[in-house]
Nanobody, 121 residues
Framework: QVQLVESGGGLVQPGGSLRLSCAASGSIFSIYTMGWYRQAPGKQRELVATITNGGNTNYADSVKGQFTISRDNAKNTVYLQMNILKPEDTAVYYC???????????????WGQGTQVTVSS
């Protein structure tokens, strides 16, 4: 069994910063791409950023230059540094990862439970 557990969400004023973390645990042989998605009220879930196990990153145009994704492979953890936050960044942020549990199992995609980020004065 594999779990993704996010932390670091909360309430922040416009212009502030937050750092989200997502730790993968359980039966893990290898983790490929990890990423962050978000879903605002009344909207579809959207990609925020992804990072491969080699460190290649991809960002949504709306967060380029504002958010930074990184990962610590030794800790099976992915981070999202969010700066200059705006009210439109308010959403539930979800962690996502492609994980192989054993040598004999195929890669599976996993989601975390989500963490709320609210940007408001």
């Amino acid at each position: 069994q594999v779990q993704l557990v996010e932390s670091g969400g909360g309430l922040v004023q416009p212009g502030g910063s937050l750092r989200l973390s997502c730790a993968a645990s359980g039966s893990i042989f290898s983790i490929y791409t990890m990423g962050w998605y978000r879903q605002a009220p009344g909207k579809q879930r959207e990609l925020v950023a992804t990072i491969t196990n080699g460190g290649n990153t991809n960002y949504a145009d709306s967060v380029k230059g504002q958010f930074t994704i990184s990962r610590d492979n030794a800790k099976n953890t992915v981070y999202l540094q969010m700066n200059i936050l705006k009210p439109e960044d308010t959403a539930v942020y979800y962690c996502n990862a492609d994980i192989v549990s054993t040598l004999l199992t195929p890669v599976r995609n996993y989601w975390g439970q989500g963490t709320q980020v609210t940007v408001s004065s």
